[in-house]
């Protein structure tokens, strides 16, 4: 079972929209609807921001939005902000009460 | 407020053992199935292990399958994993979350780390 595919990095100025890429198979991102997103500062705990491919969590802003397509999922951050700096992980149920994270992406507020 | 606080981590040598903990509060322990993730140094999430609720069904990912062991106190509100036959690549943060399975982990500890080396 590999880690789901995600870029390493992506940025964006403050304003701007970035969109993060989570790619697996039929076997994981693309044969269930249960992928979420998880935000990560470093030393910190990670915290959750989608679930269920495009549920928001009370709290976290809608400028996080997510969305699938087949085997791949993807994280959308509209207005960015210097506090979304952190790294980011996609994460799918894969059957028989397993989960595969993806590999992560570092976002960077330019 | 859900509160998980991981605690036992540690220098262990290759081939030892370690018992982590994490205190639960804030919500109905017994009710919430429970899990670990862990990251290793420079490298991303990976989940480890999960527990139902009573504690009656457990699942482990491959790489810890036979040598972790998860397990739960529900009188205690406490959740651990058992790690034995330490290996270097076992070196990482661990953090027990609050979730499993379909469900989303949405709450997360702090992270207790275990170093593993001679």
């Known amino acids: 079972q590999s880690a789901p595919t995600q870029p390493r990095s992506v940025s964006g100025s403050p304003g701007q929209s970035v969109t993060i890429s989570c790619t697996g198979t039929?076997?994981?991102?693309?044969?269930?609807?249960?992928l979420s997103w998880y935000q990560h500062h470093p030393g910190k705990a990670p915290k959750l921001m989608i679930f269920?491919?495009?549920k928001r969590p009370s709290g976290v802003p809608d400028r996080f939005s997510g969305s699938k397509s087949g085997n791949t999922a993807s994280l959308t951050i509209s207005g960015l902000q210097g506090e979304d700096e952190a790294d980011y992980y996609c994460?799918?149920?894969?059957?028989?009460?397993?989960?595969?994270f993806g590999g992560g992406t570092k976002v960077t507020v330019l | 407020e859900v509160q998980l606080l991981e605690s036992g981590g540690g220098l262990v040598q290759p081939g030892g053992s370690l018992r982590l903990s994490c205190a639960a509060s804030?919500?109905?322990?017994?009710?919430?199935?429970m899990s670990w993730v862990r990251q290793a140094p420079g490298k991303g999430l990976e989940w480890v292990s999960s527990?139902?609720?009573?504690?009656?069904?457990?699942f482990y990912a491959d790489s810890v399958k036979g040598r972790f062991t998860i397990s739960r106190d529900n009188a205690k509100n406490t959740l651990y994993l058992q790690v034995n036959s330490l290996r270097a690549d076992d070196t990482a943060v661990y953090y027990c979350?609050?979730?499993?399975?379909?469900?989303?982990?949405?709450?997360w500890g702090q992270g207790t780390l275990v170093t593993v080396s001679s």
């Open positions: 039929s076997s994981d991102v693309g044969g269930y609807n249960y």
């Open positions: 994460c799918s149920y894969a059957g028989s009460s397993t989960v595969v």
């Open positions: 979350a609050k979730g499993w399975s379909s469900f989303p982990l949405d709450s």
């Open positions: 269920d491919v495009n």
């Open positions: 804030g919500f109905i322990f017994s009710n919430y199935a």
């Open positions: 527990i139902s609720g009573t504690g009656g069904n457990t």
